[in-house]
């Protein structure tokens, strides 16, 4: 069963930085491999819907962002130790939300599996 | 970049009964080569990060119940809930997927009246 890890959230200063990460695990080799899947971070403010933030393709040469982010994020992955990061500078206190790391379906291209977040707030 | 539109905000229906969320997006999100729409619908309880219930506008993903249908093409689309079960409550999203960003619906919150 493939799970999802984040990690590296916490409070942080207006213009502040942070780097996230999504571990993943239970993926195999071949065509289930890490480096098969792209990958997505979508947040969540504190009340608030879903909003998509970011996509990696599976070999990492390919990204999108969302324009509230674009130009101040930034991110990557390690298909050798199955991490994706997403680099965050220039915090706002709009930033502020639950960082969800979320695995593309090779099937579907909906996402399939997702972590359980790791909370990032912007305050002073 | 895609708007997605969901109605109604929040809903509420009996125990047993039919609730029915809807979906617009500003955009088709028709592939045509393959004929199928990048249109997702997820369902989240609170507490817990979302959950697939349903891509391609009406394939149910794994061990969905046969309770959750997904119906629609182009630019409309419904999520339909049959015989409503107490677990149901949560709120439901809808997602296109067929281009960058990929944006969600706002969200309808669906309880038990």
């Known amino acids: 069963e493939v799970q999802l890890l984040e990690s590296g959230g916490g409070l942080v200063q207006p213009g502040g930085s942070l780097r996230l990460s999504c571990v993943g695990s239970?993926?195999?080799?071949?065509?289930?491999?890490?480096?098969?899947?792209?990958m997505t971070w979508v947040r969540q403010a504190p009340g608030r819907g879903l909003e998509w933030v970011s996509i990696?393709?599976?070999?990492?040469?390919?990204?999108a962002y969302a324009d509230s982010v674009k130009g101040r994020f930034i991110i990557s992955r390690e298909n050798s130790r199955n991490t994706v990061h997403l680099r965050m500078d220039s915090l706002r206190a709009e930033d502020t939300a639950l960082y969800y790391c979320?695995?593309?379906?090779?099937?579907?291209?909906?996402?399939?599996?997702w972590g359980q977040g790791t909370m990032v707030t912007v305050s002073s | 970049d895609i708007v997605m539109t969901q109605s109604p905000d929040s809903l509420a229906v009996s125990l047993g009964e039919r609730a029915t969320i809807n979906c617009q997006s500003s955009?088709?999100?028709?592939?045509?080569?393959?004929?199928?729409?990048?249109l997702a619908w997820y369902q989240q309880k609170p507490g817990q990060p979302p959950k697939l219930l349903i891509y391609w506008a009406s394939t149910r993903d794994f061990g969905v119940p046969d309770r959750f249908s997904g119906s629609g093409s182009g630019t409309e689309f419904t999520l339909t809930i049959d015989s409503l079960q107490a677990e149901d409550v949560a709120v439901y999203y809808c997602?296109?997927?067929?281009?960058?960003?990929?944006?969600f619906g706002q969200g309808t919150k669906l309880e038990i009246k």
């Open positions: 997602q296109q997927y067929y281009s960058t960003p990929c944006s």
């Open positions: 979320a695995k593309r379906s090779l099937h579907s291209g909906a996402l399939d599996v």
């Open positions: 990696i393709s599976g070999s990492g040469a390919d990204t």
């Open positions: 239970g993926f195999t080799s071949g065509n289930y491999a890490f480096t098969n899947y792209a």
């Open positions: 955009q088709s999100v028709l592939y045509s080569p393959s004929n199928k729409n990048y």
